[in-house]
């Protein structure tokens, strides 16, 4: 089971129409709408970069919140100079 979440509810519209299978949810990174523990496997990409240092941090721990125990944990982060 795969759960995507996004802030813009377009870019969720337009994965929708690609990967109907896919549950989707409009979300804030820093206040994940997931019980502690969740999931197995937790992908940020290309997201963090947009956030505050301080809002990287509340990311980065609402993400551990909601990875299981022993879950993977992977970031893709684009670098802008």
Do not use: K, M, W
């Amino acid at each position: 089971e795969i759960h995507a979440v996004d802030y813009s509810q377009r870019s969720l519209d337009l994965l929708r129409r690609r990967l109907p299978n896919v549950a989707t949810r409009t979300a804030d990174l820093r206040d994940l709408p997931f019980e502690d523990g969740s999931f197995d496997a937790v992908l940020c990409a290309n997201t963090l970069q947009h956030l505050t240092p301080e809002g990287q941090r509340l990311a980065a721990r609402e993400l551990l919140r909601v990875l299981r125990p022993g879950g993977r944990y992977a970031v893709s982060v684009h670098h802008y100079s």
